[in-house]
């Protein structure tokens, strides 16, 4: 098991910036995907973007261009870069780490809220 903790969220106007993070307890050096899902009132949890330990990235189609996911296995941190954030954007951003089907664990969530 791994324990996650996400910070970085907030409230941030449209077109607005926000970078999230996630410390992992332990090496994620050995974990093959460490992912980012958000899950906004009423829906369910969806993937936004996840990246695999070889580097291999992977976007949700609605946060193409706009988010950058990244990882330093050094520091035991995934980070989640967002840009030009719209309010279709606010929901709550877990963490996850995965190999295959084998989930290590999840953050508790933060909350990014995107508001004029």
């Known amino acids: 098991q791994v324990q996650l903790v996400e910070s970085g969220g907030g409230l941030v106007q449209p077109g607005g910036s926000l970078r999230l993070s996630c410390a992992a307890s332990?090496?994620?050096?050995?974990?093959?995907?460490m992912g980012w899902y958000r899950q906004a009132p009423g829906k369910q949890r969806d993937l936004v973007a996840s990246i695999t330990s070889g580097g291999s990235t992977t976007y949700a189609e609605s946060v193409k261009g706009r988010f950058t996911i990244s990882r330093d296995n050094a520091k035991n941190t995934v980070y989640l870069q967002m840009n030009s954030l719209k309010p279709e954007d606010t929901a709550v951003y877990y963490c996850?780490?995965?190999?295959?089907?084998?989930?290590?664990?999840w953050g508790q969530g933060t909350q990014v809220t995107v508001s004029s």
């Open positions: 996850n780490a995965r190999s295959g089907s084998f989930t290590y664990g």
């Open positions: 332990r090496t994620i050096f050995s974990i093959n995907t």
